[in-house]
């Protein structure tokens, strides 16, 4: 089954830990992206990453970091430096070809919840 | 203002109601039109994706797109509770600065 998967589902951390979510594709897709979703909020994208070991900062970038060292692979570090860091995270995935080719799809999303 | 505006919601319909839903957007440069279903604590799956100005159906959803108005819509027939969930619209630009923008949301809840 081609997919892409995010673990864990749940997470908990304490303040002043940083965290690691882990995404995964198998869809063979290019690009792969990273939201955060807050109530009433909609998607914020966070990074984006359009090649191996390039990435680019999205609109709410400070406090998090990733890496892209495969193609399959993109994690999201969420960093003590994050100011209110509970939330929903979803990664997606997509081609970059210029068309409709373009649609992002989802993995399931990891809740964090910072105690 | 946003480039693209989709009331939040929440929606409720009986069960077995035409339900539309709406987005509204301000750059005539988007080309590509997705809509997402996201059942709470969920990622968002995509529903259905159109390029022209038109209708497209595919079983009990269609994507109507008017680029004239700038106002994409989900029509849902024979709604059923399965149906709630937050409705998310998405576009794409490919002419200038890239863009994929995503809509809010909009909760619906269909009423059994």
């Known amino acids: 089954d081609g997919g892409i998967t995010q673990s864990p589902k749940y997470l908990f951390r304490k303040e002043g830990q940083n965290v690691t979510l882990s995404c995964e594709q198998n869809l063979n897709h290019d690009a792969m992206y990273w939201y955060r979703q807050d109530p009433g909020q909609g998607l914020r994208l966070i990074y984006y990453s359009q090649i191996v070991n390039d990435f680019q900062k999205g609109d709410i970038a400070e406090g998090y970091s990733v890496s892209r060292e495969k193609k399959e692979s993109f994690p999201l570090t969420v960093t003590s430096a994050q100011k209110n860091p509970t939330a929903f995270y979803l990664c997606?995935?997509?081609?970059?070809?210029?068309?409709?080719?373009?649609?992002?799809?989802f993995g399931p999303g990891t809740r964090l919840t910072v105690l | 203002q946003k480039e693209v505006e989709q009331d939040p919601g929440p929606l409720s319909v009986p069960e077995g109601a035409i339900v539309s839903l709406n987005c509204t957007y301000s750059?005539?440069?988007?080309?590509?039109f997705m809509w997402y279903r996201q059942y709470s604590r969920k990622g968002p799956e995509l529903l259905m994706y159109?390029?022209?100005?038109g209708n497209k159906e595919d079983g009990r959803f269609t994507a109507q797109v008017d680029k004239s108005s700038k106002y994409i819509s989900l029509f849902i027939r024979d709604s059923q509770p399965s149906d709630s969930a937050t409705y998310l619209c998405a576009m794409i630009s490919t002419s200038g600065t890239y863009k994929y923008i995503f809509g809010t949301g909009t909760r619906l809840k269909v009423l059994a």
């Open positions: 750059n005539s440069a988007f080309q590509y």
């Open positions: 997606a995935s997509s081609f970059r070809t210029g068309g409709t080719t373009d649609t992002q799809y």
């Open positions: 159109t390029y022209s100005s």
